[in-house]
């Protein structure tokens, strides 16, 4: 059974920065791809990033390219997502998700695990 448990969220004023956390459990973590989503209130979950299973592919929604990073710490059995300039439309509960086997994939579809969120708020 494949749990993913995130930590990292928090408040942040708008410009500020944080360092979401995935740890994964359950399965071989360094042969699958990881994805972040996230859905804001009232909103519909949405993707935010992905990353290949050894780290040199990743993926990113428009929305935060080129301020989020998403990396990989397969020793670690870890993944992470470091947002940078983040705006209060940032605010959503994140997720972190696995595909149940090794495909590379964007969609909520994709995915066949998610983890309990954490939520990020940004104030203005």
């Known amino acids: 059974q494949v749990q993913l448990v995130e930590s990292g969220g928090g408040l942040v004023q708008a410009g500020g920065s944080l360092r979401l956390s995935c740890a994964a459990s359950g399965r071989t973590f360094s042969s699958y791809t990881m994805g972040w989503f996230r859905q804001a209130p009232g909103k519909e979950r949405e993707f935010v990033a992905a990353?290949?299973?050894?780290?040199?592919?990743?993926y990113y929604a428009d929305s935060v390219k080129g301020r989020f990073t998403i990396s990989r710490d397969n020793a670690k059995n870890t993944v992470y997502l470091q947002m940078n300039s983040l705006k209060p439309e940032d605010t959503a509960v994140y997720y972190c998700a696995a595909p149940a086997g090794t495909a590379w994939g964007f969609t909520i579809s994709d995915y066949a695990y998610w983890g309990q969120g954490t939520q990020v708020t940004v104030s203005s």
């Open positions: 990353i290949s299973w050894s780290g040199s592919n990743t």
